[in-house]
C-alpha cells in the first residue's frame, strides 16, 4: 500500500502505478479499473484509469475530494498484463482539516495556560500584556489592560512599602 498523504476537502488527489508482466516488462494492461473505498468501508468505482504522460504502463487517474467526509479513503487500481496476470496497487489517502497557518499556531500559543494541559488562565499573552500595554496602579490595585489599552485584561492587588516610591502608571504608547 502506498500512503498518498493528506487532503483538504475540495483537493484534487491523484494516483499512478506502472504495470509489468510476469517477466518484469513494463506493459499497458488491458481493462483497467480503480474502486474507491470511503472511510464507512463503502467501495464505488471511479473513471477508468489512463495512460499518464504518454508512458508504457504508466496508468492513473485523479479524484476531487470536494464534499470528502475526514478520514482515511483507499484506491485499488488493477489491469491484467499480457501473461493474463492480474495486476493491483492500494492507495491510501486521508481527508482532514487543514494545516494550521504559523499565525493560526502562533494565537493557538499564545492562548495557551502556562502550566499546560489547557487554553485560557494564566497565558502567555496575559504575561506579554504587562511589558508592552497600558498598566494603571490605582490604591493596590493593578490593572493590566488589552491591546486597546482601554478594557482591563487581568488585575493584581499590590504590596506596598511606605520607603519605596509609588509608581501609579505605564503607558507604553
Not at 51 to 80: E, K, M, P, V, W
Request: hydrophobic residues 40%; negative net charge.
Amino acid at each position: 500500500m502506498t500512503y498518498l498523504g493528506r487532503f483538504q476537502p475540495g483537493a484534487g488527489v491523484c494516483y499512478a502505478a506502472v504495470f509489468h508482466n510476469d517477466q518484469g516488462a513494463v506493459e499497458n494492461p488491458t481493462a483497467p479499473t480503480a474502486r474507491l473505498r470511503t472511510p464507512a468501508g463503502v467501495w464505488s468505482d471511479l473513471p477508468t484509469p489512463a495512460i499518464q504522460d504518454n508512458a508504457t504502463g504508466l496508468f492513473g487517474g485523479s479524484i476531487d475530494s470536494t464534499g470528502f467526509a475526514f478520514g482515511q479513503y483507499l484506491i485499488h487500481l488493477r489491469g491484467t498484463v499480457s501473461t493474463a496476470k492480474t495486476v493491483a496497487c492500494v492507495f491510501a489517502f486521508e481527508v482532514g482539516p487543514a494545516a494550521p497557518t504559523a499565525a493560526e499556531v502562533a494565537d493557538q500559543l499564545l492562548g495557551r495556560n502556562l502550566a499546560g494541559g489547557a487554553d485560557g488562565g494564566r497565558t502567555a499573552r496575559d504575561a506579554l500584556r504587562l511589558l508592552r500595554n497600558r498598566a494603571a496602579i490605582v490604591g493596590d490595585t493593578l490593572t493590566v489592560y488589552q491591546e486597546d489599552d482601554a478594557t482591563p485584561a487581568w488585575t493584581a492587588v499590590l504590596s506596598t512599602r511606605a520607603d519605596a516610591p509609588p509608581v501609579v502608571e505605564v503607558d507604553p504608547a
